[in-house]
């Protein structure tokens, strides 16, 4: 009988199974570990071998049949977190947290081992890592529909879920308030008001919604901001510059498109791949295409290169930099006849400028609810992505922008700073 075998089928088993339910626990012990004497790789003959000398204090006895199975049977995934659990109670936490995160890049969304490694980071003395793995551990559950609540928590994991989600939320918060703390330090408290409050919604500590229905930002809401979508993009100090630069990036982008190989999808698709949920329209191929200068902060220097002029500019200007999440610049095309769906924005302290640099005919933003925008060739615009909006081009022709984020001229330079530091934070705990 192999490994992979159905064990259950092992009349022995059965019988073993029937004796543990009638606590004839001694018997049925001998019983399974006569079938691991001739089938080592038994593992449902395994773990309860082991769990019975767990339960009478025989740690040696639980290791060394939960080694040797995991050896026969390395890809059983229950063992191998069988096998850690014993470890640690024996007092091997190093092994164990190996093995736990072993598990974890096999599977991970297992999260009682997430939990586990919470445990075994606070007992090494890493609370940020503790942090993380219980962040791991409770979104994962969440999100599937467990440990919302007694009703989807089992009852032998309730008081241990409800502990490790009361540490996280108290773990989270100073994390994140001693993220911005240098800030408060630097201007004093008034400075940090508004972040303080924004972080108190984000953390679910107090209901706090933009007042406008079309507007709901994906990540973190800022309160207290001008209401509207659209915004004079002369409140950015730098937007004449890259207004007067119009000439020079067009003709470096008309050459791009002209060439027409350099373009990647905007969303990330690979070559044809669709996501009618996010980009449509009449033509069959529709695409929403971006030439990226920077993405998600990261530089994209071999597209600097390509772009001397246009690259210049950018190097230039005030960028939003936020650690793995901004600037984000590209030349952004909206092919013929593709429609940019119905979609929000993340966060309202981040502001979207277009440069409108090729525009047909029968092109427009559209605020859900608010009005359309018409991009004019070298005109600037500015706008907040968290309302509701939506973009067209049904024309025959490719659409062409600059497109670019940019902090929130509303903001005080210390919030700016304080933002920054913020979402890096939350960064650094959630991904």
Same mark, same amino acid.
């Given at each position: 009988?192999?490994a992979?075998?159905?064990?259950?089928?092992?009349p022995?088993?059965?019988?073993?199974?029937e004796?543990?339910?009638?606590r004839?626990?001694?018997?049925?012990e001998l019983?399974?570990?006569?079938?691991l004497?001739e089938?080592?790789?038994?593992?449902p003959?395994a773990?309860?071998?082991?769990e019975l000398?767990?339960?009478?204090?025989d740690?040696d006895?639980? +290791? #060394?049949? *939960?080694r040797n !199975?995991a050896?026969?049977a390395?890809?059983? $995934?229950?063992? /191998?977190?069988?096998l850690?659990?014993a470890?640690a109670q024996?007092?091997?936490?190093a092994?164990?947290?190996?093995?736990?995160e072993a598990v974890?890049?096999?599977?991970?969304?297992h999260h009682?081992?997430w939990l586990? +490694? #919470?445990? *075994?980071?606070d !007992?090494a003395g890493?609370g940020?890592?503790? $942090?993380r793995a /219980?962040?791991?551990?409770?979104?994962?559950a969440?999100?599937?529909?467990r440990w919302?609540?007694?009703?989807?928590?089992e009852?032998?994991l309730?008081?241990a879920?409800m502990?490790?989600i009361g540490?996280?939320?108290?773990?989270?918060?100073h994390?994140?308030?001693?993220a911005?703390e240098?800030v408060?330090?630097?201007?004093?408290?008034?400075?940090?008001t508004?972040v303080?409050?924004?972080?108190a919604?984000y953390?679910?500590?107090?209901?706090l919604?933009p007042?406008?229905?079309q507007q709901?930002?994906?990540?973190?809401?800022f309160p207290g901001?001008?209401?509207g979508?659209?915004h004079?993009?002369?409140?950015?100090p730098?937007?004449?510059?890259?207004?007067?630069a119009w000439p020079?990036?067009?003709?470096?982008?008309?050459?791009l498109l002209?060439?027409d190989?350099?373009f990647?999808?905007?969303?990330?698709?690979?070559?044809?791949?669709r996501?009618?949920?996010?980009?449509?329209?009449?033509?069959?191929?529709a695409?929403?295409?971006?030439f990226?200068?920077?993405?998600h902060?990261q530089?994209?220097?071999?597209?600097?290169?390509r772009?001397p002029?246009?690259?210049a500019v950018?190097e230039?200007l005030t960028?939003?930099r936020?650690?793995?999440?901004a600037?984000e610049?590209?030349?952004?095309?909206l092919r013929?006849?593709?429609t940019?769906?119905?979609h929000?924005?993340?966060?309202?302290?981040?502001?979207?400028m277009h440069?409108?640099?090729i525009v047909?005919p029968g092109?427009?933003?559209?605020?859900?609810g608010?009005?359309?925008h018409?991009?004019?060739?070298?005109e600037?615009?500015?706008?907040d992505?968290?309302?509701?909006h939506?973009?067209w081009?049904?024309?025959d022709?490719?659409?062409?922008?600059v497109?670019?984020?940019?902090?929130?001229p509303?903001?005080?330079?210390?919030?700016?700073?304080a933002v920054?530091?913020?979402?890096e934070a939350?960064d650094?705990v959630?991904n």
């Amino acid at each position: 009988m192999s490994a992979g075998a159905d064990w259950s089928v092992d009349p022995r088993l059965a019988r073993a199974g029937e004796l543990l339910q009638r606590r004839e626990v001694l018997q049925a012990e001998l019983l399974f570990r006569a079938v691991l004497r001739e089938h080592p790789g038994c593992v449902p003959a395994a773990r309860t071998v082991a769990e019975l000398s767990l339960d009478r204090g025989d740690l040696d006895g639980a +290791l #060394a049949v *939960l080694r040797n !199975a995991a050896q026969v049977a390395p890809t059983d $995934l229950a063992l /191998r977190f069988d096998l850690a659990r014993a470890q640690a109670q024996a007092g091997q936490l190093a092994e164990s947290q190996a093995a736990v995160e072993a598990v974890l890049k096999d599977d991970p969304g297992h999260h009682l081992a997430w939990l586990m +490694l #919470a445990e *075994l980071r606070d !007992a090494a003395g890493d609370g940020f890592g503790a $942090l993380r793995a /219980r962040w791991q551990a409770i979104d994962r559950a969440q999100r599937t529909g467990r440990w919302l609540g007694r009703d989807t928590t089992e009852p032998h994991l309730m008081q241990a879920v409800m502990g490790h989600i009361g540490r996280l939320r108290e773990d989270r918060r100073h994390w994140l308030q001693q993220a911005i703390e240098p800030v408060r330090q630097a201007f004093g408290g008034a400075a940090v008001t508004r972040v303080e409050t924004a972080l108190a919604a984000y953390l679910g500590e107090i209901d706090l919604r933009p007042p406008h229905p079309q507007q709901r930002p994906k990540f973190l809401y800022f309160p207290g901001l001008p209401d509207g979508p659209y915004h004079d993009p002369m409140l950015q100090p730098w937007a004449p510059q890259l207004r007067d630069a119009w000439p020079a990036i067009r003709a470096e982008a008309m050459q791009l498109l002209a060439e027409d190989r350099d373009f990647e999808s905007f969303l990330g698709l690979a070559q044809g791949q669709r996501a009618p949920q996010y980009v449509g329209g009449s033509n069959p191929a529709a695409a929403w295409d971006a030439f990226f200068f920077y993405r998600h902060g990261q530089r994209f220097d071999s597209n600097h290169t390509r772009c001397p002029a246009t690259s210049a500019v950018l190097e230039g200007l005030t960028l939003c930099r936020v650690a793995r999440q901004a600037p984000e610049v590209c030349f952004s095309v909206l092919r013929p006849q593709s429609t940019i769906m119905p979609h929000h924005g993340v966060t309202n302290t981040r502001l979207v400028m277009h440069l409108p640099l090729i525009v047909p005919p029968g092109c427009a933003l559209n605020v859900i609810g608010l009005g359309e925008h018409h991009w004019r060739e070298g005109e600037l615009m500015m706008f907040d992505d968290t309302y509701e909006h939506e973009a067209w081009n049904r024309s025959d022709s490719p659409r062409l922008i600059v497109l670019m984020d940019c902090w929130n001229p509303h903001l005080t330079p210390p919030e700016q700073q304080a933002v920054q530091r913020l979402v890096e934070a939350i960064d650094a705990v959630e991904n």
